[in-house]
């Protein structure tokens, strides 16, 4: 099978084959269904779900394999306490209720203020769900998708998706963020062997 049959691609040809891939992925199909009708301000389905299920289709894996949860962002900042997150994640746990994996709601306008107690260093107060891709570890797993208002499927990936069909997980140093990279990497190199992980 050549799982790298869409690497090198001009970027179109590679946003029609990932859009293609992942609406037609079981997972990602139902929970891009759901988290449309759950009519959150700005929301986008992001990394593992999405560029875990390119990797899974283009080895011949089962939908879901080596998936852990589904990412959902918003961001809605009229209201920055824990409390009004926290009555998003419960509404949305029953919404999603009956997926095959956890979905994992959080918002971005609030991340700010708890990243610096839990990774020791600060986060940029972001202005939308899409912003905080382009912080990620790595390029590979910037990635996300969301139906625009005319219901056509809408992709952000600021760093292209030439690493993703590539199987290169490749750092993109924008913050300090080694030790992520290189435990996603390792993680994804014992489901996926085909993968590279370009060191920090």
């Known amino acids: 099978m050549d799982h790298l049959r869409y690497s090198g691609l001009p970027f179109e040809e590679q946003r029609t084959a990932f859009l293609d891939i992942v609406s037609a992925d079981t997972l990602v199909r139902e929970a891009l269904a759901r988290a449309r009708t759950l009519d959150l301000p700005d929301w986008l389905i992001v990394s593992g779900a999405l560029y875990n299920s390119v990797w899974n289709h283009l ?11 589904v990412d959902l962002f918003y961001f809605d900042d009229a209201d920055l306490s824990y409390e009004a997150e926290d009555a998003v994640i419960r509404r949305a746990a029953a919404h999603f209720e009956g997926l095959p994996l956890p979905v994992e709601v959080r918002n971005q306008a609030r991340v700010h203020l708890w990243y610096p107690q839990k990774f020791g260093r600060p986060c940029p107060r972001y202005t939308g769900s899409s912003e905080p891709l382009s912080n990620f570890a790595s390029k590979t797993h910037a990635v996300g998708v969301r139906y625009d208002a005319d ?15 590539s199987f290169r997980i490749t750092p993109s140093r924008v913050m300090d963020n080694q030790h992520t990279h290189e435990t996603k990497g390792a993680r994804a190199r014992e489901n996926w062997p085909e993968i590279t992980v370009v060191p920090w």
């Open 151 to 165: 219901g056509q499927l809408e992709l952000v990936a600021p760093f292209g998706l030439d690493d993703l069909f």
């Open 59 to 69: 080895t011949g894996k089962p939908s879901g394999y080596g998936i852990k949860d």
